[in-house]
Nanobody, 118 residues
Framework: QVQLVESGGGLVQAGGSLRASCAAS????????LGWFRQAPGKEREFVAA???????YYADSVKGRFTISRDNAKNTVTLQMNSLKPEDTAVYYC????????????WGQGTQVTVSS
């Protein structure tokens, strides 16, 4: 049974930094892309960043230069370092996983709240 468990997030003032981590378990993930999505109140869920097993790093334009996604393949973890945070980054952040050859993410975590105050 695949599980994705997020931790981190929290409350920070604009311009500050937060880190969100995701621990994946239940299978091997060498064929999987691990990513982050977010959903703000009243808005649709949107892609934030993703990282393949080897190389393959992807970012939404809105977070490029501010967020960094890293992946520890030995520990099956993926981390999102969020710097220069803005109030519009406030959302529930979800970890997700998909097979690299597919377009749909099939596994999701429960989410972690990130709140940026102005």
């Amino acid at each position: 049974q695949v599980q994705l468990v997020e931790s981190g997030g929290g409350l920070v003032q604009a311009g500050g930094s937060l880190r969100a981590s995701c621990a994946a378990s239940g299978r091997t993930f060498e064929r999987y892309i691990l990513g982050w999505f977010r959903q703000a109140p009243g808005k649709e869920r949107e892609f934030v960043a993703a990282r393949a097993w080897l190389g393959g790093i992807y970012y939404a334009d809105s977070v490029k230069g501010r967020f960094t996604i890293s992946r520890d393949n030995a520990k099956n973890t993926v981390t999102l370092q969020m710097n220069s945070l803005k109030p519009e980054d406030t959302a529930v952040y979800y970890c997700a996983a998909r097979v690299a050859s597919r377009s749909e993410y099939e596994y999701w975590g429960q989410g972690t709240q990130v709140t940026v105050s102005s």
